[in-house]
């Protein structure tokens, strides 16, 4: 059947993360950066929690649960979409002090209660993008973090054309998206939130489905900066500062205040994981000699060259000081020194601002924080550690080299900008065995050095996203493929005819 053709204004782009949903409306010959970024949380007032509970029980994934047993920390029964404070309202609600409960329905990577993403994606389409429901003239493109099971799918069809009445559907794996902005179709995809990291290998424009086709790690930007944080809290003349002798803050609230300036450090891009670790020894500063101390003053007296003297004693003193300033920024130079201000306050910083990263990249933190209890040694490791296990999983060795295509950093932490780099260098001995070895019958599995890893990111000439790093990449990819998708007669969405003749099992034709 003959798909319709969609006006570029009426394409409606929705990519949903963990913790953050970004959309927008209309497609340009410069593709636009999303028009609406959205924390993916909804909210209810305690009071109307505990009116509306008298069971418990959450849809996850489409399954109905399976049993009856109260939990608190999911939500009462019987709630609708407009129950759910959402957006700004639930904002403001934060921000007034109010006793409220907050749910991410997509923090697991996916739909973990079906009326609050509801909620979340009515606000976006309605609320944000003020659309209007009775037109149906405007398709959608939705990313979502991991595949769904068919049911579910089967649910979201029915969802956006019943509940939202769009004029046709497509649903794709947003790690394919993010790579696709990166003009890349094979390739892992390391996408960095708040509180963890999806790793996941993409293969000629579909996520590997093999082995284990994606892997989570419980490391996310807040540890991150959290250690940046306690790397701070060393550092006296920054203590100091903050917290002078005078005056001690609280510990609590230093500490509170050392995380804001590594948040503040963090904005401001003044993190570089290549930068070296170790500060080189303060370079000493060489002070002017004295005349020789055979020098006969008298006889220069005697003489009547005493202006003669002076003068040269000054242009000597003049070149001292020129040396001394050289050296002095020679030295902020070797010791990455910079002059920040923040809160009030001017503050030195030097090379143990790049740091930050190293949670993500060095095992011994990983190691120390299991010892004390803080993380789940099942759940937690670096990140090369983290793509050599999930390398390791493919079993065809042709898509294990075509997954080393490409290694693209996205989410939050990609406004690091050479967090990439940083990550592939340390990569080397995971290269997985070139194709061309397949003959060979020794050990797959044994990692050889044929190929190197290729840093991958978001074109500059996409004007639109040159200072979002590629923390936007999936919707820039969603737009590529609606551009493509919606315009072609035979593209992969399910229109509202089709849904209308066959019902949600028609998507499943197109998963």
Not at 70 to 88: A, E, F
Not at 135 to 151: H, Y
């Amino acid at each position: 059947m003959v798909q319709p053709q969609f006006k570029e204004s009426t394409i409606v782009i929705i990519d949903t993360g963990r913790r953050t949903i970004t959309a927008g409306r209309g497609l340009h010959e410069l593709l636009p950066a999303p028009t609406v970024v959205l924390q993916a949380r909804v909210g209810l007032r305690a009071s109307d929690a505990s009116r509306f509970r008298q069971g418990d029980g959450m849809a996850v994934d489409g399954q109905l649960p399976s049993s009856s047993t109260p939990n608190p920390n999911s939500p009462p029964k019987g709630l609708r979409p407009s129950n759910y404070l959402v957006g700004q309202q639930l904002d403001e609600a934060i921000a007034a002090g109010e006793e409220l409960e907050v749910w991410w329905p997509f923090e697991d990577g996916k739909i973990g209660d079906w009326v609050q993403a509801e909620a979340l994606w009515k606000h976006v389409l309605f609320h944000r993008l003020h659309l209007r429901r009775t037109l149906n003239e405007f398709p959608v493109l939705l990313g979502l973090p991991k595949p769904l099971s068919i049911p579910s799918y089967e649910l979201l069809a029915q969802l956006f054309f019943e509940r939202f009445n769009v004029a046709a559907f497509s649903v794709n794996d947003r790690p394919v998206l993010q790579l696709f902005a990166a003009n890349q179709i094979s390739g892992i995809v390391v996408d960095i939130d708040d509180y963890s990291t999806d790793l996941s290998p993409v293969v000629e424009g579909e996520l590997v489905r093999e082995g284990f086709p994606s892997k989570s790690v419980s490391i996310g930007l807040q540890d991150c900066l959290r250690h940046l944080a306690n790397v701070f809290s060393t550092n006296a003349n920054i203590v100091n500062a903050i917290s002078p002798s005078t005056n001690p803050l609280p510990q609590d609230a230093l500490q509170a205040t050392l995380l804001r300036l590594a948040e503040h450090i963090f904005n401001e891009g003044h993190v570089n994981p290549l930068a070296a670790s170790a500060a080189p020894a303060t370079a000493a500063v060489a002070a002017a000699e004295e005349d020789d101390a055979s020098a006969n003053l008298a006889s220069i007296l005697v003489a009547g060259k005493e202006k003669a003297l002076i003068e040269a004693s000054s242009k000597k003193k003049a070149a001292a000081r020129g040396v001394a300033e050289r050296e002095k920024e020679k030295e902020r130079q070797a010791l990455d020194l910079i002059d920040i201000e923040f809160e009030g306050l001017k503050l030195t910083l030097g090379k143990e601002r790049h740091r930050m990263c190293e949670p993500l990249l060095d095992g011994e933190w990983v190691k120390m924080m299991i010892r004390q209890g803080l993380k789940d040694e099942m759940t937690t490791m670096v990140l090369p550690e983290a793509i050599n296990f999930l390398l390791g999983s493919i079993s065809d060795l042709r898509s294990r080299s075509a997954v080393c295509d490409a290694v693209q950093v996205t989410g939050k932490m990609s406004r690091v900008k050479t967090l990439t780099t940083a990550l592939v260098s340390q990569l080397t001995f995971f290269v997985p065995r070139d194709p061309i070895d397949l003959g060979n019958p020794t050990n797959p599995m044994v990692p050889e050095i044929r190929k190197a890893f290729t840093p991958a990111k978001v074109p500059e000439y996409f004007a639109n996203y040159r200072d979002t790093g590629d923390g936007f990449a999936g919707f820039l990819g969603a737009s590529i493929v609606a551009k493509l998708t919606f315009n072609d007669p035979t593209g992969r969405f399910l229109s509202k005819a089709d849904y209308a003749a066959k019902g949600p099992s028609a998507i499943s034709e197109l998963i």
